[in-house]
């Protein structure tokens, strides 16, 4: 969903795919949960319940692990 490339032209640039992008501008600058993310998988994309958690929880692991959120 996003990838971290690090060299000495870029120093650390981030790139989302479009639904990262898409979830990235429907949250930003909002306090946000899980659950906020995986209504909007749900409600923009055709996943069930589950797969919007799954990947939910996958990409806030993610914005976490790249020190986007808190």
């Not at 640039?13 to 306090?31: D, G, V």
């Not at 949960?33 to 996943?47: A, E, F, G, M, R």
């Amino acid at each position: 969903i996003l990838e971290n490339y690090n060299n000495e032209a870029t120093r650390d640039m981030i790139t989302f795919n479009s639904t990262a992008a898409f979830l990235w501008e429907s949250l930003e600058e909002k306090e946000f949960t899980q659950d906020d993310v995986k209504n909007l998988l749900i409600k923009n994309y055709s996943v069930s319940t589950e797969i919007a958690q799954e990947d939910s929880d996958a990409i806030i692991r993610e914005w976490f692990n790249a020190s986007l959120v808190e």
